[in-house]
């Protein structure tokens, strides 16, 4: 669920260099902003963990 793509974005970004707390802080930051763009697209009650890993790059982008 949610919870695992939050998990493997701190995994993600740690396995990428950075310290494990800058990770977690980051990964929630983007995991929350690409929700909220998911919900403003689709609403809340369709959200599902999936939606999160497949707004994720183009959140990424934007957050640059």
Known sequence: GMGD???GMIAG????GSDLTK???AAVV???HTADRVVNKIG???LLAGDICEEMGP?????Q
């Not at 970004?13 to 990428?16: G, V």
Request: charged fraction near 0%; aromatic fraction near 0%.
């Open 5 to 7: 793509v939050l998990a």
């Open 13 to 16: 970004l740690a396995a990428q």
């Open 23 to 25: 990770a977690a802080l």
């Open 30 to 32: 983007l995991h929350a």
């Open 44 to 46: 809340q009650a369709a």
């Open 59 to 63: 959140t990424m982008l934007l957050m």
